[in-house]
């Protein structure tokens, strides 16, 4: 015998009608209710009829909400149609979905038409323009309007956005904080509320950081013209060479993948990539794309809510404030941006293949009878054994002297002794990692006048680029941001309270590590 809904009803300890409104939703009901009720459904075996009840579509005058977008090849509005349509069927209400393909007279013919349909109760409008002028006759009628992604420059209209000068925001400082102080800018060249928002949150992040806003790293093209599009971004990277791209759109991301892939750039090793929207494929990509995320399900439920209100209010003739919401924006790092090595003063970071020491320069050191000291901070660990092992190594096939190694257990007084013992050897060099950069500061600025420095990791304070010969250090960023990331994917999906150990001295490279890992957790 099948169940019935006295069935579910016995079951739940509830009325029958208490019942019909879980499965209908045609009153609230409290969660707790909801769960015994939906709980007795499964229970009873009533899940098939009950899935049967819940659709309840609404037929004739005022049973469609029309969807008025650019297109749905975009998959961001692919996904707003699928979780509109889905949340509006909850409702008895179905999805009429319209293409604008961004054309001012097709827009203007479709909403014409939707204004004098009767089964069209709402309109839910990514506009082509922000021009209120446009939209005049649509402002004017009795129509529920609400604005999706883009806005209307009138105050009358409802919008759902999302947070497109935060996300702009949250991904340029992403870059600077891997380093990146050239960073271009790819936007719509329209006159789009959302463009200029993003166009804002990019300047933002680069005046709160101190970088100055350039113009000509600014790229505005038509997505759908990609030859034009494609030289813009050509010229860009021809003149000023940026060591990362901002899309500001989804399909600009993929125009602007697709032509640097096309000048035979390597991302991230020639430059990073960070693309706005979420698609799928940026996940699939190689590398995987850095992306801000839309949240396409928390717009539709927001823009749902607000229409059936709308509607509501419509009804019973209640005035009603436009309102705007924003739903934020979530960047999802992946594998297209890497982080910029430089030096304390900025200096662009080299490789040690690009060291190419010829054969004339090869006599020459053979020749000279050099000798070399090298000063360590500590060196009760593999790191200290195998860069002093590196170092003999690579000077021994140059005929070059280490006189002494000294080390200091991390005491900077004594290592300020040591390298006054190194001073009175003559060394034409000193290899050194500070035991801490201000209170061997002096010392080392006597030496700088008498010999030439290279550092490991560290440069001491007050020290000038002229002061020392060279720095050598691994890409500390990347290091934290790698830390960071794999913390990131270990507390994956479930909250982690996550403890920071750090050095107790100030080392450059060792902060560095630390506020990279820091921010990425």
């Known amino acids: 015998m099948k169940p019935t809904i006295k069935d579910v009803a016995r079951q739940a300890g509830v009325s029958i009608a208490s019942v019909s409104h879980v499965i209908n939703r045609t009153r609230y009901v409290s969660p707790r209710l909801v769960a015994i009720v939906e709980k007795a459904i499964r229970d009873t075996g009533y899940t098939d009829k009950a899935a049967k009840k819940q659709v309840q579509y609404r037929v004739g005058q005022g049973s469609e909400i029309a969807l008025v977008v650019p297109g749905i090849e975009n998959t961001v509005y692919n996904h707003y149609a699928t979780a509109l349509s889905r949340g509006l069927a909850e409702h008895g209400l179905l999805l009429s979905i319209h293409i604008s393909n961004d054309d001012l007279t097709r827009e203007r013919h479709i909403l014409g038409r939707l204004a004098v349909n009767k089964s069209i109760s709402g309109i839910i409008l990514a506009p082509a323009t922000d021009s209120p002028k446009v939209y005049a006759k649509i402002i004017k009628g009795n129509i529920p309007l609400i604005c999706l992604e883009r806005r209307i420059d009138h105050p009358g209209i409802d919008c759902v956005l999302s947070e497109g000068h935060q996300a702009i925001y949250q991904g340029t400082e992403h870059l600077i904080r891997a380093g990146h102080d050239c960073i271009a800018f790819i936007m719509e060249d329209r006159k789009l509320v959302g463009g200029d928002e993003r166009l804002e949150g990019y300047r933002s992040a680069l005046r709160d950081n101190k970088i100055p806003f350039r113009k000509d790293l600014v790229i505005r093209v038509d997505h759908n013209n990609h030859p034009a599009a494609g030289e813009a971004i050509r010229q860009v990277w021809a003149a000023a060479a940026p060591t990362a791209f901002l899309a500001a759109g989804n399909k600009l991301t993929l125009l602007l993948a697709t032509v640097l892939d096309g000048m035979g750039l390597e991302c991230p090793r020639d430059v990073s990539i960070i693309g706005y929207g979420g698609e799928e494929w940026c996940a699939f990509a190689r590398p995987p794309l850095t992306a801000m995320q839309m949240d396409a399900d928390a717009v539709s439920r927001i823009t749902i809510a607000r229409m059936l209100e709308k509607i509501a209010n419509r009804a019973v003739g209640r005035s009603e404030l436009a309102e705007t919401r924003r739903v934020p924006v979530r960047l999802v790092i992946r594998g297209s941006t890497h982080v910029v090595s430089r ?107 008498e010999t ?65 890992a820091e921010q990425v957790v």
């Open 343 to 449: 030096g304390p003063f900025g200096e662009k970071a080299y490789p040690p293949e690009v060291l190419n020491i010829t054969e004339s320069e090869r006599h020459r050191l053979r020749r000279g009878n050099f000798k070399v000291g090298i000063s360590f901070h500590y060196s009760g660990t593999a790191w200290k054994r195998l860069h002093e092992s590196g170092i003999r190594d690579t000077f021994d096939r140059f005929g070059i002297k280490v006189i002494a190694v000294t080390e200091a257990h991390f005491d900077p007084q004594l290592q300020v002794t040591q390298l006054e013992s190194l001073r009175i050897h003559r060394p034409d060099a000193i290899i050194a990692i500070p035991a801490d950069d201000k209170v061997t500061a002096k010392k080392f600025k006597s030496l700088a006048r």
């Open 452 to 516: 030439r420095l290279v550092f490991l990791s560290a440069i001491p304070e007050a020290f000038k680029q002229n002061d020392y010969a060279g720095c050598v250090t691994v890409n500390e960023r990347e290091s934290g941001r790698t830390v960071g990331l794999m913390m990131g994917e270990r507390a994956r999906g479930r909250p982690l309270r996550v403890g920071c150990i750090t050095h107790g001295a100030p080392f450059y490279g060792t902060l560095l590590r630390d506020q990279a």
